[in-house]
């Protein structure tokens, strides 16, 4: 397994050490998020895990404290892991964007609202999730939404997420990757949230039988 070529603007050092990637990446400008956001948000988990889940980027409250699915949506991820039987302390958590994107609040100059990343943020920080792949080498990936389906799987993929969660995709870099919804889509679905999460939770007890079975 080997990460894609670096984009430009963004060059992972050479290394498998998660910590020095954290430290480059603290430092990347590949993009203009890093102008709004109060720091770099990498991810978080053993080197050697054999589950890996991507999601899109930090939000609120993972932007101020510099940990990954911390906010509400990592709550509830939290729950569905427990309720699938994984101990989060076992994964290895990340984003495919690495900084918060957000747009001031109408109502409140302290309240800042997620804004979804566009495809040059989403390629410019490809090198980053592609470095946290190699040295942790997972596996199996979980692909929580939309934009880690695209970031992992390419802008032209015909995977979606509404119709394909539940399955297992190859990926260009020959690892298989199951397809599920991305916590924060369930927070927003109010009138559906238990019968989603119940499906978040298959889908990540298929991914512990298949990390186990592997």
């Known amino acids: ?109 302290k309240v800042r609202i997620h804004q979804k990343p566009n495809r040059g943020e989403i390629v410019a920080c490809a090198p980053w999730w592609e470095a946290e792949l190699e040295a942790v080498r997972p596996r199996v990936l979980g692909l929580l939404g939309a934009t880690a389906v695209e970031a992992v799987l390419g802008a032209r993929t015909t995977v979606k997420v509404q119709r394909d969660r539940g399955r297992f995709v190859t990926t260009p870099m020959g690892i298989d990757a199951l397809v599920t919804y991305h916590p924060s889509a369930i927070l927003r679905a109010e009138d559906q949230r238990p019968r989603l999460h119940a499906e978040l939770v298959a889908d990540l007890q298929a991914l512990r039988a298949r990390a186990s079975s592997d």
Not at 55 to 83: K, Q, T
């Open 1 to 109: 397994m080997s990460p894609r070529a670096a984009h430009p603007g963004a060059q992972p050092p050479a290394t498998r050490d998660l910590r020095t990637l954290a430290a480059a990446a603290a430092r990347c400008r590949g993009c203009d998020l890093w102008e709004h956001g109060v720091q770099t948000v990498f991810g978080e988990g053993p080197r050697r895990a054999a589950v890996m889940l991507i999601g899109e980027a930090p939000g609120d409250r993972e932007d101020r404290s510099g940990h990954v699915f911390v906010g509400p949506a990592g709550h509830l991820l939290d729950e569905a892991l427990a309720d699938a039987g994984l101990d989060r302390a076992e994964l290895y958590l990340t984003n495919a964007v690495k900084h918060f994107k957000w747009a001031p609040s109408p109502r409140s100059t």
